[in-house]
């Protein structure tokens, strides 16, 4: 089954704000591992939020994290920030479930 991977705008603008080669590995990343199994946890890649309603799974990706909600047949990706960053989008982002 074949997801489509919509950005927000928010994940526009970052990924706007990155350099070439981190933007390159950040689209391949959501190719490889959300367009076919978005929902498939592992230890090193894919993380289910817990405690969060929105977003509801982080996919990590060399120093960053790209945050998104999958919603029927379509992977949104909500925010891609650097890992020391994640926290603290998560606390002004996030919804508790």
């Known amino acids: 089954m074949r997801f489509e991977i919509i950005l927000a705008p928010e994940a526009i603008a970052d990924r706007k704000r990155l350099q070439a080669h981190d933007r390159a590995a950040i689209d391949d990343a959501m190719e ?7 929902e498939k946890v592992s230890k090193s890649r894919i993380k289910r939020l817990r405690f969060l309603r929105h977003p509801q799974y982080r996919l990590r990706v060399d120093d960053f994290r790209v945050f998104y909600d999958i919603i029927g047949q379509e992977v949104q ?5 650097l890992k020391a960053d994640a926290e603290d989008w998560l606390n002004a982002e996030g919804e508790p479930s």
């Not at 490889?32 to 978005?38: A, D, K, S, W």
């Not at 990706?77 to 920030?81: M, T």
């Open 32 to 38: 490889v591992h959300l367009r076919h199994e978005p």
């Open 77 to 81: 990706i909500l925010g891609i920030v």
